[in-house]
């Protein structure tokens, strides 16, 4: 079945000067407008578009990629502020994304950025935000394991650290002091679970937990330092920015995995540096 607010693929009924018609199933054939149809394309293809209501109610397709789908979290700029409609948003599409005065968390003004939900309206059927996060969370339990890696959505900043959206479906927490540099709202970035607690707290983290976070990164670091002829001139004093940069991780994994294989007698540390230390 084809989905309001979901990218679908579509198979193609009759083709009118106005564009394409496409099979929505249960929705009854809708229209892809002629702009927005690919000009290779072949016979029989299908298309993958995403399905709204534009401001006649009718429902069409478009090609364009919003920015988040329904039953997903973004991070968008408020294009204008209508007096009685409330803001809309550039979600990716041409047809602007309406947030009523009524699903605002606070006052919003052109060109502010804003955490919203994207939703179907119950009483209009069209797609539409909300400011209010909670509620369009997940009420399961979360279901995440220890060293699970998740996508989330930086959401804002708390005295304990910063919030994140989990895999569009949670709310979890990274601790200030489990953080190397500051986060910033609105980023998307791929971490892990580092605990889900009973009452559904969950803990994240930048990198595995453990032996699954160390073991692969000695491996990588070895590798850099055989591939730059045993020398690096990344140490324990090397900035966040740098390691992630080049390694792809936090400097406090950074530094376990370096205490590991200078525990192990593998390297040395040159001071700027480690070397290679050959067995």
């Known amino acids: ?32 407008p002629g702009r927005y149809v690919p000009r290779d394309l072949e016979p029989d293809a299908t298309l993958d578009v995403f399905l709204y209501r534009d401001s006649e109610d009718r429902l069409v397709a478009t090609t364009e990629k919003p920015y988040a789908m329904v039953g997903e979290f ?17 979600w990716g599409l041409s047809k602007d994304l309406l947030l009523p005065f009524a699903e605002q968390a606070k006052p919003l003004d052109a060109g502010n950025r ?22 369009h969370l997940s009420k399961e339990p979360p279901k995440y394991t220890q060293g699970q890696s998740v996508r989330l959505l930086i959401t804002s900043e708390s005295p304990l ?57 000695t491996d990588q670091i070895l590798a850099a330092l055989q591939a730059a002829g045993g020398r690096l001139n990344y140490d324990d004093d090397s ?31 040159m001071h700027p540096g480690i070397q290679l230390v050959e067995k």
Do not use: W
């Open 1 to 32: 079945m084809a989905h309001i607010g979901k990218r679908n693929i579509l198979s193609i009924t009759r083709e009118t000067n106005s564009g394409l018609y496409l099979d929505g199933e249960e929705l009854g054939e809708i229209l892809l």
């Open 114 to 135: 804003v955490i919203v939900a994207v939703c179907i309206d119950p009483n209009t059927d069209r797609i539409m935000a909300s400011g209010r996060i909670v509620d």
């Open 239 to 269: 900035t966040p920015d740098e390691i992630r940069q080049r390694f792809g991780t936090s400097k406090k994994a950074f530094k376990q995995a370096l205490g590991n294989l200078f525990r192990e007698r593998r390297i040395a540390f």
């Open 161 to 217: 650290g910063y919030n994140a959206i989990v895999e569009h479906s949670h709310l979890g927490l990274f601790y200030r002091s489990e953080l190397s540099a500051p986060m910033v709202v609105g980023q998307r970035i791929q971490g892990f679970v580092r605990e889900v607690r009973p009452d559904g707290k969950i803990d994240l983290g930048l990198d595995a937990v453990g032996y699954d976070r160390v073991a692969p990164l």
């Open 74 to 90: 973004g991070y968008l700029t408020v294009k204008h502020v209508h007096e009685r409609m409330g803001a809309f948003l550039d």
